[in-house]
């Protein structure tokens, strides 16, 4: 977030230095009393802070469904491996109580 203000920040001062200093030899002099340098970037700056934040934001919105993705696949995976877990020491369980009760020594 912090680089991202400091890109609207310079964006905002490049866009005053070419307000300043290129733009009156594009235009009549008499223009200028309409429109004001400082007035120009506060006009275009949140323009071109919303053009270059957009796809951040749009990026930004995609990552975090893919982590709510990856969290659910990870419940998911996590609550199967448990219950193998738990399958298998009941299967081992069972297989001690069928050789004790058949009389076979159960192997350790």
Same mark, same amino acid.
Do not use: Y
């Given at each position: 977030?912090?680089m991202?203000?400091?890109?609207?920040?310079?964006?905002?001062?490049?866009? &005053?230095?070419?307000a300043?200093?290129?733009l009156? *030899?594009?235009?009549?002099?008499?223009? =200028? =009393?309409? !429109?004001?340098?400082?007035?120009?970037?506060? !006009?275009?700056a949140?323009i071109?802070?919303?053009f270059?934040?957009?796809?951040?934001?749009?990026?930004?919105?995609?990552l975090?469904?893919?982590?709510?993705?990856? *969290?659910?696949?990870?419940k998911?995976?996590?609550?199967?491996?448990?219950?193998i877990?738990?399958?298998?020491?009941?299967?081992?369980d069972?297989k001690?109580? &069928? &050789?004790?009760?058949?009389g076979?020594?159960?192997?350790?």
């Open positions: 977030m912090a991202t203000i400091l890109f609207v920040e310079l964006i905002i001062m490049v866009l &005053l230095h070419f300043q200093f290129l009156p *030899s594009v235009f009549p002099e008499s223009i =200028w =009393w309409i !429109i004001d340098p400082l007035m120009l970037v506060l !006009i275009l949140p071109l802070v919303n270059f934040l957009q796809p951040m934001r749009v990026k930004q919105q995609e975090e469904r893919q982590l709510d993705e990856l *969290s659910r696949f990870q998911l995976t996590v609550g199967r491996e448990l219950r877990k738990e399958l298998t020491e009941e299967n081992s069972l001690t109580q &069928l &050789l004790i009760r058949s076979q020594e159960p192997s350790p």
